[in-house]
């Protein structure tokens, strides 16, 4: 079955810094790569998502990239600010069969 | 988007006891719900997938007769946890596809066994 990875566990940064977390995926069906955003006992929110024929999408401060051959993509946040603090997850997808990545804590710091 | 409603927030029970969490689809009909758990610091494993009029499909290592899921309407699936115990506490979240991609989560469910 599908395996994702996603790195790094944890990530610090200064406020208005770009920050970068990248995952991989195992199973070359998946067709469908969502990023959601997780508050502490919130549920996760959709940010962005990126589907297997396009290579780049872009909303404001957030971009996301896929490289299909290489099994990986990764979210780009640039400008980042101390509400960006949260846990961030990737996913790949077939159909609705969803597979989430381990999570990414992103601290932005003042 | 669609709404997702799911119900309780939190619960604290007792051990041996059962409890029952609600997910609702408030604007969309669902015939396939999907249940996560997650532990603190983790990431949403899927427990199972709610099927309407139809029995769920469990993950592998997930006790069906100890997480039984109903689905009995196409806006609403119920968890229910039976004769919980306290590694049983964690937060469970339940999610559907309304437009068959994007899903969207419950609020989520802390259960406490205690």
């Known amino acids: 079955g599908e395996n994702v990875e996603q790195h790094p566990s944890t990530l610090s940064v200064q406020e208005g810094d770009s920050a970068v977390i990248k995952c991989t995926y195992s199973?070359?069906?998946?067709?469908?790569f969502p990023w959601y955003k997780q508050e502490l006992g919130k549920r996760p929110q959709l940010i962005i998502d990126?589907?297997?024929?396009?290579g780049e999408k872009k909303d404001q401060r957030i971009a996301v990239t896929l490289n299909k051959t290489a099994k990986h993509f990764s979210l780009h946040i640039t400008e980042t600010q101390p509400e960006d603090s949260a846990v961030y997850f990737c996913?790949?997808?077939?159909?609705?069969?969803?597979?989430f990545g381990p999570g990414t804590r992103l601290s932005v710091l003042p | 988007g669609a709404v997702v409603s799911q119900h309780p927030s939190w619960v604290i029970c007792k051990s041996g006891t059962s409890v029952k969490i609600e997910c609702r689809s408030l604007?969309?009909?669902?015939?396939?719900m999907f249940w996560y758990r997650q532990f603190p610091k983790q990431s949403l494993m899927l427990m199972a997938t709610?099927?309407?009029?139809?029995?769920?499909?469990?993950e592998q290592g997930v006790e069906k007769d100890k997480f039984l899921i109903n689905h009995a309407s196409l806006t609403l699936s119920t968890l229910t946890v039976t004769s919980a115990h306290p590694e049983d506490s964690s937060f469970y979240i339940c999610?559907?596809?309304?437009?068959?991609?994007?899903?969207?989560f419950g609020q989520g469910t802390r259960l406490t066994v205690v």
């Open positions: 999610s559907a596809l309304p437009g068959g991609t994007e899903a969207f």
């Open positions: 199973d070359s069906a998946s067709n469908y």
């Open positions: 990126i589907r297997s024929n396009v």
């Open positions: 996913a790949a997808a077939y159909g609705q069969n969803f597979v």
């Open positions: 604007d969309f009909q669902a015939t396939t």
């Open positions: 709610s099927n309407e009029g139809s029995k769920a499909t469990y």
